[in-house]
């Protein structure tokens, strides 16, 4: 009896084994690929609920306009009764918020000068107050706020005149206003004679508005 028949029955069956087995094998790589595939769309999901938060924030820090401290920013705003926003448009104008130091000797976020501070330090009891302390941010958040509140209220709230002050001192401020009347004119920021000052009021008013749009819930407004 001849055993070709047997022998073809036996290769087929074992190119059918194999065949089956290529299939077998490509069926798991199938299934493994898709469930890494799934498994990088989970991370990357937990990823962005995760670090969303972060890259926007970093990302708006990085940006035109930062934003650092604001819880110390709200506290201030309200025992001065300021808008946050017009704290945080001064800070950016006076320093992008970084620990500086002017040419003429201002210090800190809000760029005080030392004179101003001791001064503000006399009216609010500050007996312990040295110049130093102007580098720690929430003391001169607090010294800075409580100057716009007094030149705020030195000016009737009129934030033109308190910014110009804060800028190029109560005297000169006094000077322009009394023009001014003087000539039957209302005051206005078109109307301050020095140009440096007149450009700090008008980017201040500007970042305040900005603040106010882009970090009206970190600012609590």
Same mark, same amino acid.
């Given at each position: 009896?001849?055993?070709? *028949?047997?022998?073809?029955?036996? !290769?087929?069956?074992?190119? &059918? /084994? @194999?065949?089956?087995?290529?299939?077998?094998?490509? =069926?798991?790589?199938?299934?493994?690929?898709?469930?890494?595939?799934?498994?990088?769309?989970?991370?990357?999901?937990?990823?962005?609920?995760?670090?969303?938060?972060?890259?926007?924030?970093?990302?708006?820090?990085?940006?035109?306009? *930062?934003?650092?401290?604001?819880? !110390?920013?709200?506290?201030? &705003? /309200? @025992?001065?009764?300021?808008?946050?926003?017009?704290? =945080?448009?001064?800070?950016?104008?006076?320093?992008?918020?970084?620990?500086?130091?002017?040419?003429?000797?201002?210090?800190?976020?809000?760029?005080?000068?030392?004179?101003?501070?001791?001064?503000?330090?006399?009216?609010?009891?500050?007996?312990?107050?040295?110049?130093?302390?102007?580098?720690?941010?929430?003391?001169?958040?607090?010294?800075?706020?409580?100057?716009?509140?007094?030149?705020?209220?030195?000016?009737?709230?009129?934030?033109?005149?308190?910014?110009?002050?804060?800028?190029?001192?109560?005297?000169?401020?006094?000077?322009?206003?009394?023009?001014?009347?003087?000539?039957?004119?209302?005051?206005?920021?078109?109307?301050?004679?020095?140009?440096?000052?007149?450009?700090?009021?008008?980017?201040?008013?500007?970042?305040?508005?900005?603040?106010?749009?882009?970090?009206?819930?970190?600012?609590?407004?």
């Amino acid at each position: 009896m001849s055993t070709r *028949p047997a022998q073809v029955r036996a !290769t087929r069956s074992q190119g &059918a /084994a @194999r065949a089956a087995e290529v299939k077998r094998r490509r =069926a798991a790589t199938r299934r493994r690929r898709w469930l890494f595939g799934l498994l990088v769309v989970v991370l990357c999901a937990v990823g962005v609920k995760v670090i969303a938060p972060s890259f926007h924030s970093a990302v708006q820090n990085f940006g035109k306009l *930062p934003l650092a401290h604001d819880q !110390t920013i709200r506290e201030q &705003a /309200a @025992r001065k009764q300021l808008d946050p926003a017009l704290i =945080a448009g001064v800070i950016y104008t006076e320093s992008k918020f970084s620990d500086a130091q002017s040419s003429a000797g201002a210090l800190g976020l809000m760029q005080l000068l030392p004179s101003t501070a001791h001064f503000i330090a006399q009216r609010t009891g500050g007996s312990a107050f040295t110049t130093e302390d102007l580098s720690t941010p929430d003391v001169n958040i607090a010294y800075g706020s409580w100057y716009l509140r007094y030149l705020l209220d030195t000016y009737d709230d009129n934030e033109v005149l308190a910014l110009a002050a804060y800028n190029g001192g109560e005297t000169n401020v006094n000077r322009w206003v009394a023009q001014a009347h003087e000539d039957g004119k209302a005051f206005t920021v078109d109307q301050i004679p020095f140009p440096e000052t007149r450009a700090y009021v008008a980017r201040v008013m500007r970042a305040q508005q900005d603040y106010r749009r882009t970090y009206a819930k970190r600012l609590g407004l």
